[in-house]
Structures are given as C-alpha cells and as structure tokens.
C-alpha cells in the first residue's frame, strides 16, 4: 500500500509540474483555443481569397485568348499589350501555388486547432481528477 501512496504523490507532483506557460507567463486553455481559433479564421479568409483570385486568373485569360483568336481573324484590329499576355500563364501558376500552399497550411492549422483542443478538455479533466485526490 505505501508503494502505490507513494506513486500517487509522485504522480500528482508530476500534473502539477507539467502546467502549460509560454513567454514565461501562463496562459489558460481557453487564451490558447481564442488565438488559434482566430489565426485559423483569418487564414481561411486569405485562402477564399486567393482561390477567388486565381478563378478571376482564368477568366481573363478565357478572354484574352478569345481576343487573341479575334485579332488573328481581323488583325486591323488593335492588338492587346503582348507582356500581359505573355505574363498571364506565369502569373496564374504562382497564384495556384500561393493557393494550394495556403490550403495546406489551413488543413495543418484546423487539425492543430483540434488537438489543441482535445488537450484542452484532457487538461479539464486533469484538474477534475486533482480536485477529486485533494478531497480524499
């Protein structure tokens, strides 16, 4: 029986060394869950944005290019400035790239936000199960 008194102890020496700070101040669970929620938030607004973005990328190159083949069948036309046409399908990739990266990163940022989370709760039921020892 002292063995298994003496582990406990040892065990809630250890929760209560284990308490989450960072910057050399505590933060709760909830300050922690606040700013990552609001990290994630704005990330998703900056990806929408950026697919947007790159589907107006389509579009006017949709339309270029139908101009293109206009001014080749009427080539008295006045033509389109040549460095944008040439500019678009560079332009357009490296929109495509920013948006899949910052896809990525909003799916790596839910999931942390999830575990974060989930260390949240398993924190509250931590200080639940230390209440429950300081009251015997």
């Not at 936000?113 to 199960?129: D, G």
Request: aromatic content about 6%; glycine content about 2%; proline content about 3%.
């Amino acid at each position: 029986m002292k063995n298994s008194d003496n582990l406990k102890n040892e065990l809630i020496k250890q929760m209560d060394t284990n308490s989450e700070t960072i910057g050399g101040r505590k933060k709760s669970p909830e300050q922690i869950l606040a700013i990552d929620t609001a990290r994630l938030r704005r990330l998703k607004r900056v990806t929408i944005f950026s697919w947007i973005l790159s589907g107006f990328l389509f579009i006017i190159g949709a339309i270029i290019e139908k101009e293109q083949a206009f001014q080749q069948a009427f080539p008295l036309l006045t033509r389109p400035e040549q460095q944008v046409i040439l500019c678009l399908p560079m332009v357009l990739r490296a929109m495509l790239t920013i948006s899949l990266f910052l896809t990525i990163m909003l799916y790596v940022r839910a999931k942390t936000l999830s575990m974060h989370q989930i260390q949240a709760r398993l924190s509250n039921i931590e200080m639940l199960l230390k209440k429950m020892c300081d009251d015997k």
